[in-house]
């Protein structure tokens, strides 16, 4: 079964949490609103912060917020953002074609691991942390008129 971390879930949260607030948050103030541990947290923003999806601000009312817009960071970002380059299955990640123990050229599950995770990749490279927002909107009792993204 195709599963995602609980590290993947909680960067979109975060990075949901970001664009629906739309200004800078810190650690603490993410983690109470997302029940995220804190120092789990802090992991997660630094690796968003070099996959250049965040940017952190100094000061008394800094913290975290999106560095690009809502609408152009999607799923597939994230999930490598925070784990690295997606594979479906090891042998699939680029680089780790070594590791697999039939030889590329005569395995005959290739064909169908490209197939499925050509689909997959194509989804998650579709949905944004834009889209999730949206969901999210109503949920949370804000007003969908409301600016959100970047400040």
Known sequence: ???????????LKALVRLGIEGKPLNVSQISRLE??????LEQILVRLRRAGLVRSIRG?????????PPTEINVLQVIEAVEGRYGLVKCMVPGSEKE????VMSCVL???WN?????IVEILSTITVQDIMEEALP????VKKRKVGVP
């Open 60 to 68: 008394k009312k800094g913290g975290y917020v999106l560095a690009i």
């Open 110 to 112: 290739r064909s169908v």
């Open 115 to 119: 197939r499925l995770q050509d689909r």
């Open 100 to 103: 697999c123990m039939v030889p």
């Open 1 to 11: 079964m195709f599963k995602l971390t609980l590290k993947v879930e909680y960067a």
């Open 139 to 142: 949920k949370e009792g804000f």
């Open 35 to 40: 029940h995220i541990p804190s120092s789990f």
